[in-house]
């Protein structure tokens, strides 16, 4: 599982870094949207494949969600750049920070979930 978080973190790391550096006079952080809205899309494939597919163990499956996702996602991070968003007095990009990744998440969970069981 620690291999998992490891390779999840640095995943978030470069991916949120390579998105926020196209965005580099905003206070939005379009980096941290961008790797909760994937981890949501893939976290919906995955539990389909290992739902609908009966993949792998109770191992496999503790390092792919709790390891490599777990690592990858970053909820946490989240809830403080909209908190900061708030204290610093930008209501907007809080309400569309907050809102837009727990309304898309929940979204891209279920559009993952049924890609795949459309495909199987």
């Known amino acids: 599982m620690g291999a998992g978080g490891f390779f999840g973190a640095a995943s978030r790391y470069l991916l949120s870094s390579g998105v926020q550096s196209y965005f580099p006079s905003s206070g939005f952080p379009y980096g941290t ?51 900061l968003l708030f204290k610093d007095g930008e209501m907007l990009f809080g309400l569309a920070n907050a809102g837009g990744q727990v309304i898309l998440g929940l979204l891209f969970v279920w559009i993952g979930y049924s890609v795949i069981k459309l495909l199987v």
């Not at 499956?61 to 750049?81: I, P, Y």
């Open 33 to 83: 949207y961008v790797v909760n809205m994937l981890g949501c899309l893939l976290i919906g494939l995955l539990l389909a494949l290992f739902d609908l597919k009966e993949w792998g163990n109770s191992e496999i499956r503790l390092f792919v969600f709790t390891g490599v996702l777990g690592g990858f996602t970053t909820f946490s991070t989240f809830a403080n750049d909209s908190y």
